[in-house]
């Protein structure tokens, strides 16, 4: 997978993270060509889903409007899935030309 898949322009964090993550899946890949991708790829996805959950821990005031989409475990793992799902559907590797409807959209 090539960075330049995702990351057109001006480098922000969110860009420089993106950018890293495929950059280190390619490097493991590189590095042992033997590995299985899926797992590699999911190593990665474990690391981020754990990244991700400990930068939304709530700040503790109840009252505080930044943390309320964040406020609990449940409310956590939806953000995240909407996240996901939004990033998934963003991709260019979303859709394939051999999934097993291609064609009959
Ligand atoms: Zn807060």
Redesign the pocket.
């Known amino acids: 997978m090539s960075s330049e898949d995702i990351l057109p322009g001006n480098e922000t964090p969110f860009d420089e993270a993106a950018r890293e993550a495929v950059d280190l899946g390619n490097r493991l890949m590189d590095a042992n060509p033997e590995a299985d991708p899926w797992e590699v790829a999911s190593g990665l996805l474990s690391g981020a889903v754990h990244f991700w959950l400990h930068s939304r821990q709530?700040?503790?005031?109840p009252n505080?409007e930044?943390?309320l989409s964040v406020s609990d475990a449940q409310s956590r793992l939806m953000a995240l899935l909407d996240e996901c799902k939004a990033e998934a559907e963003a991709s260019f590797y979303y859709h394939s030309p051999t999934d097993s409807n291609a064609g009959h959209a």
Do not use: H, L, V
């Not at 709530?58 to 005031?61: H, N, Y």
């Open positions: 709530p700040c503790g005031d505080c930044s943390c």
